[in-house]
Structures are given as structure tokens and as C-alpha cells.
């Protein structure tokens, strides 16, 4: 079903475009009533690719609560992943104050 939503926001989207090549060619040539006339079609359209979209994010989230948990986990999790927090103890020197310590220089010095 939600398949049929992203196919119909996709086909609604291009008619949106096409009305509004339609509207600026309809200005370029002063046919004002032409241009009032797909103005209104438009936002029509705007209004119903809105509902769409809402329709098409309850879906996903409602898919999302159903099924639980995400595989990415708790945010943190990346977090972890990432190496320990610089802010705790431990290691609490960086290595290049730590090497200049032991004698080495950095790269590219003399």
C-alpha cells in the first residue's frame, strides 16, 4: 500500500512542475485567465501532495514503532564506537604531549 502513496506523490509532484511550466508560459503570453485558472490548479495540487506526504509519514513511522527498535540502537551506541571520551580519565595526556615528553619530535620539525 505505501508503495502506491510514493508512486502517487511521485506522479502528483510532476504534474505540479508541468502545471507550472504551463503557468509561466500562460504569463509570458499575458493570458491572465489561463494563469488564475492554474494557480488555483496547483495549489489544488500542493494541498494534496501535502495530505500525501502527511498520509506517507504516518506510515513510516507507524512501521517504525511496530517493529520496535532500529538496528542502529541507542544513539550512543555510535558514540561508543567512536573511542572513549577524551573528557574522561585514563589516558588523559595526548600522545603529542606525551611524545614530546619521551624525546620525539613531530613529523616535518628539524
Known amino acids: 500500500m505505501a508503495s502506491l502513496e510514493w508512486i502517487e506523490l511521485e506522479t502528483l509532484s510532476r504534474e505540479i512542475s508541468e502545471a507550472e511550466l504551463r503557468l509561466q508560459a500562460a504569463e509570458a ?11 488555483r490548479e496547483i495549489a489544488e495540487m500542493e494541498r494534496h501532495r501535502g495530505k500525501l506526504l502527511a498520509q506517507i509519514a504516518h506510515s513510516v513511522v507507524g512501521e517504525q ?3 520496535g527498535p532500529s538496528r542502529a540502537g541507542n544513539p550512543g551506541d555510535l558514540l561508543r564506537l567512536a573511542g572513549p ?9 595526548p600522545s603529542a604531549e606525551r611524545d614530546l615528553k619521551e624525546g620525539l619530535r613531530p613529523c616535518g620539525s628539524n
Open 65 to 67: 514503532e511496530s517493529t
Open 29 to 39: 503570453i499575458d493570458s491572465f485567465d489561463v494563469a488564475r485558472a492554474l494557480e
Open 85 to 93: 571520551d577524551p573528557s574522561t580519565p585514563g589516558d588523559a595526556e
